[in-house]
């Protein structure tokens, strides 16, 4: 599966550079709690694990957790969230002109993009949450993880 670098590589410099570190939030929310199994079952096409939590210590003003969904052989659906501090406008701003020069995927979040025309990964950005879905299947991705954000982002608090 191909990995996602820029969003991460990109954000990630602006906001260390952006703010001090935040303190952590009351009720952080991990990107496992966006996704049910059975969301993430209909979105690979068969039998998902639990989503298995990777998270990472907030840092940088950033707080970043991944929750990956396995299914048989090398299906997979992959939610990746990255929270921003307010103060890092300047770098949700480069990432707003860089997801717009790309394929648009309407009516999600703020901002939403496909990274490639391969329909493998979509972004969407809402307020200061990134929120990156990968999906690695046989057969056509598109409706899938359009179908899977428009459950997961409205959920983002």
């Known amino acids: 599966m ?6 991460f ?13 935040a303190a952590p939030r009351d009720t952080p929310q ?7 199994r059975d969301e993430a079952a209909a979105a690979v096409g068969a039998r998902v694990s639990d989503g298995e939590l990777t998270a990472v210590p907030p840092a ?4 970043v957790s991944a929750c990956l ?3 048989g052989g ?3 659906l992959k939610v990746t969230v990255y929270r921003f501090a307010a103060a890092a406008k300047q770098s949700l701003d480069v990432y707003r002109a860089r997801c717009g020069a790309k394929e648009a995927a309407a009516g999600l979040g703020d901002v939403a993009c496909w990274y490639s025309a391969r329909h493998h990964e979509l972004q969407v950005l809402k307020g200061t949450t990134l929120v990156v879905f990968q999906l690695d299947r046989g057969g056509s991705t598109t409706e899938p993880l359009l179908a899977v954000a ?4 409205p959920r983002l608090r």
């Open 2 to 7: 191909a990995r996602t670098v820029w969003p």
């Open 9 to 21: 590589a990109v954000l990630t410099i602006a906001a260390l550079a952006a703010a001090p570190a």
């Open 30 to 36: 991990t990107a496992c709690a966006l996704v049910t």
């Open 60 to 63: 940088g003003g950033m707080e």
């Open 69 to 71: 969904f396995r299914g």
């Open 74 to 76: 090398m299906d997979e």
């Open 150 to 153: 428009k459950l997961a982002v």
